[in-house]
């Protein structure tokens, strides 16, 4: 899978990013934030020319003394993916193209960000993967990968809540699924929201699963939980799940665009480096 | 509508298991293909979406579920074999008659024969009856039925052939409330009253043999000849091709002209010897019946016949068949008999230990126990009476002068000439396996070697005994044939049924030909010609102008079993090409 036309590419895209970060630096992308991600350190009195953004009105209400916020300069800003590693995601090279792309994530983050952590979910949170400091760590990462099955059912509520539950500093979580959650992802996603992280939402697809190829009754079996229905599948029926589909991902896409969350779809038959490319786009890395 | 294989109630039943079995068939599922997919989640939604059946859903069970109970139910019904209730006027019993002339194979105007004409009527009638049907012909009587089983009419009008049988009766059935009768008219048929009658005339060009006979010479100066008769029963002049082929001699090959209605006569002479089976043959252009193309005709004494005589006295009997070229004969001692071979014996005051096979004339013969054994004898008997007999043709008796006689006894023998005191003189013997002569009194004993009734009596039982069965050729129909007949071969070499009442043997001779009868180890030919005017006129018939043309229906006729299974067929292709669609369910 992580073969060497994959990390051929992968330089590539090391390269892009490299070339897109520079003259930006690491402060600059933080205060991009607004205070988020950024430690508060201390006070000191206000002098004219400061920065008025920073003067905490709060302690001047109570002191009656214009004092300046201090803050201590981040050096790396946490990235977390949260792979979807269900049984959903197990057909037509879906999980093979997420496992991918949080794996160029995770080494792009390596080489800039400093600290990536791989977070793979299924009806809870399962064992992460956090590669420490420095690229070279990037073919432990690999292999972990390589050796992770998709199997189990979805609950991104319950694994977001497991990933709560943790201490994390506040840092980018992108979400890497299929978000065929019976439970809903809406919960899940706005919990992630608030608990102060940078949410990118990549919603990976099979081109096939939103189409139907086959006619006539036919017996769906889930492939997480092995129930099945029955159907007639006439062309109607056809359209309706068509349609069906691109609700499900427009009723995402809306989701995300009402809470200004990031979000885009990778198809599981597009070349990752583009979606990466994309994502870097979509998260505001590059233009 | 009648069903030809069901009762009606069990066809009904059939029709409505099959299409109840139908139906539990459609709502029965079967499992269809497992499709695994990443989650049920869509698919649940669509199916919430979709809870109630839209109205095309279902028009497109109904239709289906339609289709195929239709599908059963035409197969049953085809099983059923219905037909339509004809207008036949009645529910009773159907005869149906077919004219089996021989002038109902001719071809009309448009290909087809009078014959084919009527079993396509025939045919139409019985599978639209109403009850049962009986089939019969003019020659065979009644041939098939009373059925109600349609198949079995149809299987019998397929196998039936125009075979004759003018002179047969007409064809009685019991019970039957309407007849029909398909019939081209050539002959003058009487037929039962309310008889409806069906015409297949339809008028058509001719030629024919009316007459073609043979007879042996009378004298020297007049020989052997034949005797033929051609006719011409066109409108038109024709050009008739003759040949007349005597064994695999062509004695007549040449072509004559002959008029509109015109009638050709002509004789032929023959020579003594070059056998004696003749045939005769026409042909032309505007020629509508075959059978009467061709005649036969057998000229007694064409074929000489061998005979060996088995006598003491050889010299008695050497000059006596000298000049005749229609004998071959023998004259043997009794020890050399055993490497004797001929068509007839004559046993002259002696037997063979065992019959010989071959028919024979005894000269009082000695007593032996296949044969008789005389009992006693009458000295210088008196020629009494005589039933009249072949073999006495021509035998004066007083020429005879007899000195002692024996009366013979044996299960087979039959007096033909008696003495006054009742002594038989001439008897016969004729058993199936067995056919002779016996003369109750030797040359010895009498001036027969001399006498002028000699020759005449020995050459008529020559004649009768050699050939049990001659004369002119007959038409078709029954024959009288002697005790003694074993078989009588057809033309086309099947066995002729024989029917034996008392010391007669029946035949019936249908087909034109020559046919051989063996009787007693004797062999003869008798001749059969149609050769009739009034079966060979085909522009002629006897029907009355208003008789209703026989009605054929036009096109190819089946039966409703064939169509329902072609409906059964093309709903299911038309069934399977919208299932493919997703047309139907």
């Keep these: 899978m992580f073969d060497a036309a994959f990390l051929r590419k992968l330089e590539h895209l090391r390269l892009v990013s490299a070339r897109a970060f520079a003259g930006r630096d690491r402060a600059d992308r933080l205060t991009d934030k607004r205070g988020r991600g950024l430690e508060f350190a201390d006070h000191r009195q206000y002098a004219p020319g400061d920065d008025i953004r920073h003067i905490d009105w709060k302690a001047y209400k109570r002191l009656n003394r214009l004092l300046l916020r201090l803050f201590d300069e981040e050096q790396d800003l946490p990235v977390y993916l949260f792979l979807d590693a269900s049984r959903s995601m197990a057909g037509d090279g879906k999980f093979d193209q997420a496992r991918r792309i949080a794996a160029s994530l995770c080494y792009i983050g390596l080489v800039h960000f400093d600290r990536v952590t791989i977070l793979p979910f299924r009806n809870g949170l399962a064992r992460e993967i956090a590669p420490g400091r420095g690229r070279g760590r990037i073919f432990q990462v690999f292999d972990t990968l390589a050796a992770m099955e998709a199997d189990g059912g979805t609950d991104l509520g319950q694994s977001i809540r497991q990933f709560a539950s943790r201490t994390f500093r506040r840092g980018l979580a992108i979400v890497l699924s299929d978000f065929f959650d019976t439970s809903g992802v809406e919960a899940g996603l706005k919990m992630l929201s608030s608990l102060g992280h940078d949410l990118l939402v990549v919603q990976v697809f099979s081109p096939r699963e939103c189409d139907v190829d086959v006619l006539g009754e036919v017996r769906f079996v889930d492939a997480e939980s092995g129930e099945h229905i029955d159907l007639d599948v006439t062309p109607g029926v056809a359209r309706a799940y068509r349609e069906a589909w691109v609700r499900h991902a427009e009723a995402i896409e809306a989701f995300c665009r009402r809470y200004r969350v990031p979000y885009l779809r990778a198809s599981a038959a597009d070349p990752f480096e583009e979606i990466v490319l994309r994502t870097f786009r979509e998260g505001g890395f590059i233009e | ?585």
């Design chain 2, 1 to 585: 509508m009648t069903f030809g294989a069901l009762a009606a109630w069990q066809a009904w039943l059939l029709v409505l298991g099959a299409g109840l079995a139908a139906w539990w068939l459609f709502r029965m599922k079967v499992r269809p293909p497992r499709l695994a997919v990443p989650s049920l989640l869509l698919w649940r939604r669509v199916l919430d979406d979709r809870s109630a059946p839209s109205w095309w859903d279902r028009v497109r069970r109904a239709v289906s579920l339609a289709v195929t109970v239709l599908v059963a139910a035409s197969l049953g019904m085809a099983v059923a074999r219905p037909a339509p209730r004809a207008a036949t006027g009645t529910e009773g019993r159907l005869l149906i008659v077919l004219d089996a002339s021989w002038s109902m194979r001719a071809r009309t105007a448009d290909g087809q024969t009078r014959w084919a004409r009527a079993v396509a009527g025939a045919r139409a009638l019985a599978q639209a009856a109403g009850g049962d049907v009986a089939l019969a012909t003019t020659a065979d009587g009644l041939v098939e039925g009373p059925t109600a089983d349609s198949a079995l009419i149809a299987t019998a009008l397929d196998r039936l052939e125009p075979s004759g049988g003018e002179a047969a009766a007409w064809p009685r059935v019991e019970g039957v409330a309407v007849t029909h009768f398909f019939t081209d008219g050539a002959l003058l048929r009487p037929v039962e009253p309310g008889t409806i009658v069906h015409s297949v005339f339809s008028p058509a060009p001719n030629i024919a043999i009316n007459a073609f006979s043979a007879r042996p010479g009378t004298s020297s100066a007049a020989g052997p000849s034949a005797y033929l008769e051609i006719a011409n029963y066109a409108d038109e002049p024709q050009r008739v091709h003759v040949t007349v082929t005597r064994a695999a001699t062509v004695i007549v090959d040449r072509w004559m002209d002959l008029g509109p209605a015109g009638v050709a006569h002509e004789v032929l002479p023959l020579d003594a010897t070059g056998g004696g089976t003749l045939r005769a043959r026409v042909s032309a252009e505007a020629n509508a019946l075959d059978v009467d193309d061709e005649a036969v005709a057998w000229l007694a004494g064409g074929d000489p016949i061998s005979v060996a005589v088995v006598t003491p006295e050889p010299d008695a009997w050497s000059s006596l068949f000298a000049g005749d070229p229609t004998v071959r004969a023998s004259v043997v001692s009794p020890s050399g008999y055993e490497g004797a071979a001929a068509d007839v014996f004559i046993f002259d005051r002696w037997a063979p230990t065992n019959a010989p096979g071959r028919p024979a004339l005894y000269l009082a013969p000695p007593a032996v126990g296949w044969l008789a054994r005389p009992v006693e004898s009458e000295v210088t008997p008196a020629w009494g009476t005589s039933d009249w007999h072949p073999i006495l043709e021509g035998v004066d008796p007083f020429t005879l002068d007899i000195a002692r006689a024996w009366r013979y006894e044996g299960p087979s023998l039959q007096p033909v000439a008696e003495s006054a005191r009742g002594t038989p003189l001439v008897s016969l013997l004729e058993a199936p396996d067995a056919r002779g002569v016996l003369v109750a009194f030797s040359p010895a004993e009498s001036n027969l070697t001399s006498a002028q009734a000699f020759p005449v009596l020995v050459g008529n039982v020559l004649d009768w005994l050699a050939r049990p069965a001659a004369g002119d050729p007959r038409a078709p129909g029954p024959v009288d044939l002697p005790a003694s007949t074993t078989r009588v071969t057809s033309p086309d070499g099947a066995s002729v049924p024989l029917v034996r009442a008392g010391d007669r043997v029946l035949a019936t001779l249908r087909a034109p030909g020559l046919y051989l009868v063996e009787a007693g180890g004797a062999r003869s030919v008798i001749g059969v010609n149609i050769g009739n005017p009034a079966i060979a006129n085909l522009s002629r018939t006897t029907l009355e102008p208003d008789v209703a043309a026989a009605r054929v229906p036009a096109g190819v006729h089946r039966a409703w079993w064939f169509y329902l299974a072609g409906l059964a067929f093309v709903l299911v292709a038309a069934e399977w090409w919208t299932w493919q669609r997703r047309i139907t369910v």
